[in-house]
């Protein structure tokens, strides 16, 4: 298990940047998979991006050229930036930790950071 902790959101204008961090409370270099989802108000949760443990990324359609996940070892960190936001980034902003094991995975989530795009 793992305890993730977001941070980095709030209220930004149109073509604005942020960036969001989410730092982990252990190594995060046996965690498969390190990804950032989203969920606006009235709609499903999405993912976002994610990054593997060999530094392999995967962008939806929507934010690929705008965003850049990456993770920090190290620092047991991973990290979203987000360049030219746009209204519809508006949404809770939550990590995700996906482990593989002997039978099947475990996914753990962090409690979520408002991202605001608005003029």
């Known amino acids: 298990q793992v305890q993730l902790v977001e941070s980095g959101g709030g209220l930004v204008q149109p073509g604005g940047s942020l960036r969001l961090s989410c730092a982990a409370s252990?190594?995060?270099?046996?965690?498969?998979?390190m990804g950032w989802y989203r969920q606006a108000p009235g709609k499903q949760r999405e993912l976002v991006a994610s990054i593997t443990s060999s530094g392999s990324t995967n962008y939806a359609d929507s934010v690929k050229g705008r965003f850049t996940i990456s993770r920090d070892n190290a620092k047991n960190t991973v990290y979203l930036q987000m360049n030219s936001l746009k209204s519809e980034d508006t949404a809770v902003y939550y990590c995700?930790?996906?482990?593989?094991?002997?039978?099947?995975?475990?996914?753990?989530w962090g409690q979520g950071t408002q991202v605001t795009v608005s003029s």
């Open positions: 995700n930790a996906r482990s593989t094991l002997p039978i099947g995975q475990r996914d753990d």
């Open positions: 252990r190594s995060i270099v046996s965690i498969n998979r």
